[in-house]
T-cell receptor
Framework: EAQVTQNPRYLITVTGKKLTVTCSQN?????MSWYRQDPGLGLRQIYY???????DKGDVPEGYKVSRKEKRNFPLILESPSPNQTSLYFC????????????FGSGTRLTVV | DAKTTQPNSMESNEEEPVHLPCNHS???????IHWYRQLPSQGPEYVIH???SNVNNRMASLAIAEDRKSSTLILHRATLRDAAVYYC????????????????FGQGTILTVHP
């Protein structure tokens, strides 16, 4: 089944403890992206990647890192999480930006205390 | 980035057609019109997209105005499972632009379907 898989689905952590949210897609998509969703603010793009070893900042990149060493994986790294990073996170992938839609993962609900 | 405007909410009865409007008066020639929906506690789901011509798929139809400044997502027979937030988004395919490929979500339209 074609899908984007995120792990974990739920995570509670403490301020300052480094964490990684994994994202993997099995569709050989070049384009991958991370979004966060907050009440009243909607979905906002954090980082995106056009292809392996090519990443760029979205609208809200502060406090996050990403890497794209393989086409299928695009992990989101929080080096020193803070409570304002408590949010619902979505990973998405797409074929090379053409007239194609995105496939989204099921989301990771992160709570930083 | 070109912006879209949608009504905050709409209501429909089950098995009736639903027309969800979207205005995008600043659309550029390289923008595709995408629609996504998000069910409660789930990630956004791709519905349909188009450039200039009307489009149909198994989920919905997309009607695009001739001047491309507006579009309408049509659900032919609403079901309770169609209750969701519907997002109309412009996807920039200008490879030289800073928003290449990006999806910028607005607030969307909350669709309520009554039995």
């Amino acid at each position: 089944e074609a899908q984007v898989t995120q792990n974990p689905r739920y995570l509670i952590t403490v301020t300052g403890k480094k964490l990684t949210v994994t994202c993997s897609q099995n569709m050989n998509h070049e384009y991958m992206s991370w979004y966060r969703q907050d009440p009243g603010l909607g979905l906002r793009q954090i980082y995106y990647s056009m292809n392996v070893e090519v990443t760029d900042k979205g609208d809200v990149p502060e406090g996050y890192k990403v890497s794209r060493k393989e086409k299928r994986n695009f992990p989101l790294i929080l080096e020193s999480p803070s409570p304002n990073q408590t949010s619902l996170y979505f990973c998405a992938s797409s074929r090379t930006p053409g007239s194609y839609g995105y496939t989204f993962g099921s989301g990771t609900r992160l709570t930083v205390v | 980035d070109a912006k879209t405007t949608q009504p905050n909410s709409m209501e429909s009865n089950e098995e009736e057609p639903v027309h969800l409007p979207c205005n995008h008066s600043t659309i550029s020639g390289t923008d595709y019109i995408h629609w996504y929906r998000q069910l409660p506690s789930q990630g956004p789901e791709y519905v349909i997209h188009g450039l200039t011509s009307n489009v149909n798929n198994r989920m919905a139809s997309l009607a695009i105005a001739e001047d491309r400044k507006s579009s309408t997502l049509i659900l032919h027979r609403a079901t309770l499972r169609d209750a969701a937030v519907y997002y109309c988004i412009l996807r920039d395919l200008d490879a030289g632009g800073t928003s290449y490929g990006k999806l910028t979500f607005g607030q969307g339209t909350i669709l309520t379907v009554h039995p």
